[in-house]
């Protein structure tokens, strides 16, 4: 063979290694394009932790959409991995097993490859079954299904079956520009909307969130204003079932802390230091009026005396029932209630995360509030604090929470519930409530091609709704109904951070004549992603 065959098979020799080279820098290339794509859930849910209703690196904003944007996909430890999330600022809702920071804040654009339409979008798949088609968008979903068996104080403390599809969720978020972010929460619940009879259908349909994230740097972000949480406690901002190991919700949250607590609001967020983050909002206020919304005359008042109304905070059911507005120009009265809300997951402690958090609203009192004698009702402001903390023992499967609440009224004889001749619901100076939980983490080894936990926990809390203080038409007769004690134990296993099972067993004691007679035994089974 000559030298210039001898070339010539050196050419086509090097033009194949070439084409090889060429061909293994694409695949390189696409590897590293679909690694970023599975690296971005885990950043944005260590920024994220902090804040629930902060997508960005920003303050636990509330909203727990943005999370669903971009769900975790490996298991966590409770409390560690909720720590890092906490550091994380999207509206994430951290791994149920993640280290207990703030769980559900807006999603981090910041974070995020740039949005394109030649960029494969870094969003998960729409609800986990195919990708998005649309660069940007993302639909996540929790749920929860409850069942078991529990007394009913109505009937002397009957033990009664029951089950209920509590709540189906969507989580739609879609990312504008890399810098301008919509969330959304449309809730399902107990099993539907509307009232059919024959399928023994009572359930509702609702927008809890809906608003538009400005992230402009990570000191300060502007949340439109829309349907957004309150920024107080850290249940009520991270709620999803994966969030807390008993089947109901934590008792802090069933009134002194009305979870969950949205309203019409908006809001500022951002990052202080490292490690810190706040949020302050402005909201429409709570009223204390409970009755039904088609009772509101068109005036915008209470009905008128002598019809009666039922009043939005008592000595039984706390705030439970004085949510505002979110449907109309039907507020009872033109007040504007402030929330603040600050972090801390510090570096220097890994494992531990805290928030502190206040309310105020300078009246709750309706248009036209009157005792059943007629006398009408003045003004009355309201003040709510919340401090809570949430440890994971590195390198063990322990973890601690504990919380303190208190409302404080600066008129109680103002009060709809001191004023309707039923003395059994009288409200004092001020309410509060406090509790403790000690969970253990226990692997489980896999199954079915996950990695389970196993999760034994005990929760103590107290709940004082009917302090000293009372003042009105009523006679001052507290029962003691509203003097609470709630032992509450279980356990929750986690097949993967994205689905949760349970079992709770809880004793309800109080200081009425017949105490609570409201223990149950319950089962749930609660899913996030």
């Avoid at 550091?87 to 920071?101: L, M, N, W």
């Avoid at 990570?218 to 957004?228: E, I």
Wanted: proline fraction near 7%; charged fraction near 20%; include cysteine.
């Amino acid at each position: 063979m000559g030298y210039g065959s001898a070339c010539a098979a050196s050419d086509d020799t090097n033009e194949v290694l070439l084409k090889k080279l060429e061909k293994m820098e694409q695949r390189i290339e696409t590897l590293e394009a679909e690694l970023k794509q599975k690296q971005a859930p885990a950043a944005e849910k260590q920024t994220s932790a902090t804040d629930k209703g902060t997508k960005s690196a920003a303050p636990s904003a509330s909203p727990k959409s943005a999370n669903a944007a971009v769900p975790a996909d490996q298991p966590q430890d409770s409390q560690s991995k909720q720590d890092s999330q906490s550091k994380q600022d999207s509206q994430s809702k951290q791994d149920p097993k993640a280290k207990p920071t703030s769980k559900s804040k807006p999603l981090d654009s910041s974070k995020l490859p740039p949005l394109d339409a030649a960029t494969p979008a870094p969003d998960k798949p729409i609800l986990g079954l195919a990708p998005s088609p649309v660069a940007g968008l993302s639909i996540g979903a929790y749920g929860e299904i409850k069942f078991g068996v529990q007394q009913n104080p109505a009937a002397n403390g009957a033990w009664q079956n029951g089950f209920d599809a509590a709540r189906f969720v969507l989580l739609p978020t879609y990312a504008i520009t890399d810098n301008i972010i919509f969330n959304a929460e449309i809730e399902f619940e107990h099993a539907g909307s509307g009232f059919d009879a024959d399928d023994k259908l009572h359930g509702t349909a609702e927008i809890e969130q809906i608003w538009i994230d400005f992230k402009i740097m990570d000191q300060f972000n502007w949340r439109s204003p829309g349907v957004d949480l309150v920024p107080i406690g850290y249940i009520n901002q991270h709620h999803e079932p994966t969030q807390f190991y008993s089947v109901n919700r934590p008792e802090l949250y069933n009134g002194l802390i009305p979870s969950t607590w949205f309203a019409g609001a908006s809001s500022v967020y951002g990052t202080i230091a490292d490690g810190l983050t706040y949020q302050v909002q402005v909201s429409s206020s709570i009223e204390d009026f409970g009755g039904d919304f088609g009772l509101r005359t068109a005036a915008n008042t209470v009905p008128p005396f002598p019809a009666g109304y039922m009043a939005g905070i008592d000595g039984l059911n706390a705030l439970g029932f004085s949510r505002p507005v979110r449907g109309g120009f039907a507020q009872l009265n033109d007040t504007l209630a402030y929330a603040g809300r600050l972090d801390f997951s510090p570096a220097f402690l890994p494992g531990f995360a805290s928030s502190v958090s206040g309310y105020f609203s300078p009246d709750i009192t309706p248009r036209g509030a009157y005792a059943d004698t007629g006398a009408l009702l003045g003004r009355n402001s309201v003040g709510i604090f919340d401090v809570e903390a949430r440890y994971r023992v590195p390198d063990t499967g322990l973890e601690l929470r504990g919380e303190y609440v208190r409302v404080d009224f600066s008129h109680p004889e103002n009060l709809r519930a001191n004023n309707d001749t039923d003395p059994t619901n009288n409200v004092g100076k001020s309410m509060f409530g406090y509790s403790g939980e000690i969970a253990y983490h226990v692997p489980m080894g896999t199954i079915l091609n996950s990695d389970w936990e196993a999760v034994p926990f005990y929760r103590y809390t107290y709940e004082n709704l009917q302090t000293g203080g009372f003042a009105g038409t009523d006679a001052n007769l507290p029962t003691g109904a509203g003097q609470r004690q709630f032992h509450t134990a279980g356990l929750a296993i986690f097949p993967s951070p994205k689905l949760v099972l349970k079992a709770t067993y809880q004793r309800v004691i109080d200081k009425s004549i017949t105490g609570a007679l409201s223990d149950s035994f319950l089962g749930g089974v609660g899913f996030f992603f």
